[in-house]
């Protein structure tokens, strides 16, 4: 049995849902966000309390989902997500242009990447930059791509790396 899908959702001040023909619609301070209802789900609001039922058991699997992404929907529009990115080698820099992120990553030519809109990216020196948004999914995205530019390699470090992430080191040549 699901138990994240059982899980009461509890709506703050200032944010509104409204399922309108399957598609929820989450309001907030910060912004507004869209989610279609998957099959088979419905949703029951009473005062600032969701509940979210199954019509069969062939939607049992995507329970616990539609209850996942409703919840951070209502986080995004109140707090919002953020990711926080460094890079670590000799010359490698990020450089924030209007809605571009030019990064110098060691190849023989800058890579610019366009930051999709509804995401802001603020640089917190040349090293290291902040991903925010309102969307997980989109930030989350963003981030992956950005750090896909130069993973983290295990013998010396280098590449582009999240901010709490531990890369696990080899030895090398030398230990044997």
Same mark, same amino acid.
């Given at each position: 049995?699901s /138990?994240?899908?059982?899980?009461?959702?509890?709506?703050?001040?200032?944010?509104?849902?409204?399922?309108?023909?399957?598609?929820?619609?989450?309001?907030?301070?910060?912004?507004?966000?869209? &989610?279609?209802?998957?099959?088979?789900i419905?949703?029951? &609001?009473?005062?600032?309390? %969701?509940?979210?039922? /199954?019509?069969?058991?062939?939607?049992?699997?995507?329970?616990?989902?539609?209850?996942?992404?409703?919840?951070?929907?209502?986080?995004?529009?109140?707090?919002?997500?953020?990711?926080?990115?460094?890079?670590?080698?000799?010359?490698? /820099?990020?450089?924030? &242009?209007?809605?571009?992120?030019? %990064?110098?990553?060691?190849?023989?030519?800058?890579?610019?990447?366009?930051?999709?809109?509804?995401?802001?990216?603020?640089?917190?020196?040349?090293?290291? %930059?902040? %991903?925010?948004?309102?969307?997980?999914?989109?930030?989350?995205?963003?981030?992956?791509?950005?750090?896909?530019?130069?993973?983290?390699?295990?013998?010396?470090?280098?590449?582009? /790396?999240?901010?709490d992430?531990?890369?696990?080191?080899?030895?090398?040549?030398?230990?044997?």
């Open positions: 049995m /138990r994240i899908g059982n899980r009461i959702i509890t709506v703050p001040e200032g944010v509104t849902v409204e399922n309108v023909n399957n598609i929820v619609t989450v309001k907030g301070p910060k912004g507004t966000l869209t &989610q279609p209802m998957l099959k088979d419905t949703m029951k &609001q009473e005062g600032n309390e %969701i509940t979210l039922e /199954r019509l069969n058991e062939n939607a049992k699997a995507m329970h616990g989902t539609m209850n996942a992404l409703i919840n951070n929907m209502i986080t995004g529009v109140t707090n919002g997500y953020e990711k926080a990115l460094e890079i670590i080698g000799v010359g490698y /820099r990020f450089n924030v &242009q209007g809605n571009k992120l030019v %990064i110098s990553a060691g190849y023989s030519h800058p890579v610019e990447m366009k930051v999709p809109e509804g995401l802001t990216v603020e640089a917190n020196g040349n090293t290291e %930059i902040t %991903i925010k948004g309102i969307d997980k999914v989109l930030v989350g995205e963003f981030a992956a791509n950005v750090r896909k530019v130069r993973q983290p390699e295990p013998y010396k470090g280098k590449g582009i /790396r999240y901010k992430e531990h890369v696990s080191r080899k030895e090398g040549k030398k230990a044997a």
